[in-house]
T-cell receptor, first 115, second 115 residues
């Protein structure tokens, strides 16, 4: 069963516009959520995270929103840049696992930012 | 370079052969993880170590798989009698135990192809 789902395999946006990547989860025990970015031939790189006690976390051009009642989170990138083109993974960890590193990943969304 | 290092980057083997991968974590990190990623999917947790102790293993880790971290520094992942279904990217990650919420730092992975 896929506990973390990224239903959009790909997304294409114009440079300078907003990119919105979505993620849904099913396990109500998840209390920590992360976004990773992955370029070809490289490992995933941590981007931003949010704990379940918050509904928003912002870091520069990147903002993550968490809607616990809907079991949904999203990553907003504003403004989008061509260098943001990559695969983005949503990940979650459950209560008790948040400080062990056992993360459950979504399938990933490939973002293409066109110049 | 003080990041997570994995060797080899690529491995092609014939079905039935044994393979071994190595991971060198970030030096001050005492936790080390192995994940596996197949095409179109996100990374899947396999196992993790705290220092030299292997604390958790996923049911994905069959009897043909064994991971070690003998001195609490580098780790090896061995796959015996490889099968075509073992073809995947094997990712190693490390983290520091003291973090309230764990962020994983990934290596570039070892791409295994079983012919």
């Amino acid at each position: 069963d896929q506990q973390v789902k990224q239903n959009s395999p790909s997304l294409s946006v114009q440079e300078g516009r907003i990119s919105i990547l979505n993620c849904d989860y099913t396990n109500s025990m998840f209390d920590y959520f992360l976004w990773y970015k992955k370029y070809p031939a490289e490992g995933p790189t941590f981007l931003i995270s949010i704990s379940s006690i918050k509904d928003k976390n912002e870091d520069g051009r990147f903002t993550v929103f968490l809607n616990k009642s809907a079991k949904h989170l999203s990553l907003h990138i504003v403004p989008s840049q061509p260098g943001d083109s990559a695969v983005y993974f949503c990940a979650a960890s459950a209560v008790g696992s948040s400080n062990t590193g056992k993360l459950i990943f979504g399938q990933g969304t490939t973002l293409q930012v066109k110049p | 370079d003080t990041g997570v290092s994995q060797n080899p980057r690529h491995k092609i083997t014939k079905r039935g052969q044994n393979v071994t991968f190595r991971c060198d974590p970030i030096s001050e990190h005492n936790r080390l993880y192995w994940y596996r990623q197949t095409l179109g999917q996100g990374p899947e947790f396999l196992t993790y170590f705290q220092n030299e102790a292997q604390l958790e293993k996923s049911r994905l880790l069959s009897d043909r798989f064994s991971a070690e971290r003998p001195k609490g520094s580098f780790s090896t992942l061995e796959i015996q009698r490889t099968e075509q279904g073992d073809s995947a990217m094997y990712l190693c990650a490390s983290s520091f135990e003291g973090d309230r919420f764990t962020k994983l730092f990934f290596g570039s992975g070892t791409q295994l192809s079983v012919l």
